[in-house]
């Protein structure tokens, strides 16, 4: 009966595990300009941040909007490394 729980639980756990992916928006018209930092080094569970996208000579009229994403691959390496590790993708979009 365990067992068959448990079959039932890691697929299920599995398919809950999606991307996450947040979005900031300034208001700004956007450029298509766009400043990508791929994997992002966070620590402890994201505790620790990664440090900041460095867009001020790429964006000389500053930033129209920033994204932040933990694909699939992300959340792998961070469930590997039982949460000492959190990278992610960050990416923001130049103003016109």
């Not at 890691?10 to 996450?20: D, I, K, S, T």
């Not at 620590?43 to 964006?59: M, R, T, Y």
């Not at 000389?60 to 994204?67: F, L, M, Q, T």
């Amino acid at each position: 009966m365990r067992t068959t729980r448990m079959a039932m639980l890691v697929p299920l756990l599995f398919l809950a595990a999606g991307c996450f992916h947040a979005t900031i928006e300034t208001g700004a018209a956007p450029s298509t300009k766009v400043v990508e930092q791929r994997w992002a080094s966070g620590w402890i569970f994201g505790l620790v941040p990664p440090k900041p996208v460095q867009a001020q000579k790429e964006c000389p009229n500053g930033i129209s909007k920033v994204e932040t994403q933990l694909s699939f691959l992300n959340q792998l390496v961070h469930v590997v490394t039982l949460g000492i590790y959190t990278p992610m993708d960050i990416r923001a979009t130049c103003a016109q």
